[in-house]
């Protein structure tokens, strides 16, 4: 079990993102998602983007050029079948998803720190002015903490499913250890 290591990977915040987008849509196929953010170092998009390899979804890959998903990534993803776009237009491809994954850019995770200064403050922010050409039923994930990646005004919308998303980290989570202890729940 895995919750995390460094900007590789975090498969137990795609499990639970993955229960989320499930009992939000009532499923998974079909849906069309945007990762938006650091996709080069965010841990959780990759762990997100190659499990979505297994459904039949339409992935938008939404960030700075300095900051774009691992080619290695992008690459497999194609191989699988699935259908990506890269772009670094968000208000172009908003009116496209159903479901627009944002994360933030973290300093921690930058091996160089002139890079993190070229990109820091933020590339992107998600605010009603953003969200107005967006899809009525659009929702909004975030792995949380988040720091100005989404304007606070977006949490009074039905957009805002951040805070239901980490709730279901502990059910999740929960049957997790309950497995790993010998299938107890």
């Known amino acids: 079990m ?9 498969p137990t915040q795609t499990l639970l993102d993955l229960y989320t987008i ?18 080069k170092y965010g841990r959780t998009v990759h762990s997100l983007a190659e499990a ?8 938008y890959l939404i960030s700075p050029e300095l ?11 194609r191989e699988k079948g699935v259908k ?12 496209e998803l159903d479901v627009l994954y944002v994360t933030r850019i973290q300093r921690e995770r930058f091996p160089d720190e002139e ?8 590339s992107y922010q998600v ?21 100005d990646e989404i304007h606070p005004d977006v949490d009074k919308t039905e957009h805002a499913l951040y805070f239901r998303q980490v709730f279901s980290g502990v059910p999740v989570r929960m049957a997790l250890l309950g497995l790993t202890l010998g299938g107890v729940l």
């Not at 499930?22 to 996709?39: A, M, Q, V, Y």
């Not at 776009?85 to 009116?95: R, S, W």
């Not at 890079?115 to 933020?122: A, D, I």
């Open 2 to 10: 895995n919750a995390g290591d460094g900007s590789n990977q975090h």
């Open 84 to 95: 990506v776009y890269e772009t670094t237009d968000l208000e172009g491809a908003i009116p």
């Open 52 to 59: 979505l390899a297994f459904y039949d979804v339409k992935l």
């Open 22 to 39: 499930k009992k939000t849509f009532g499923k998974i196929d079909g849906i069309t998602i945007g990762l938006l953010g650091d996709l």
């Open 67 to 77: 900051l774009r998903m691992p080619r290695h990534i992008v690459d497999e993803l």
């Open 127 to 147: 605010n009603l002015e953003v969200l107005k050409n967006a899809k009525e039923t659009l929702k909004v994930m975030h792995p949380l903490p988040r720091v």
């Open 115 to 122: 890079e993190y200064l070229k990109v820091k403050g933020g």
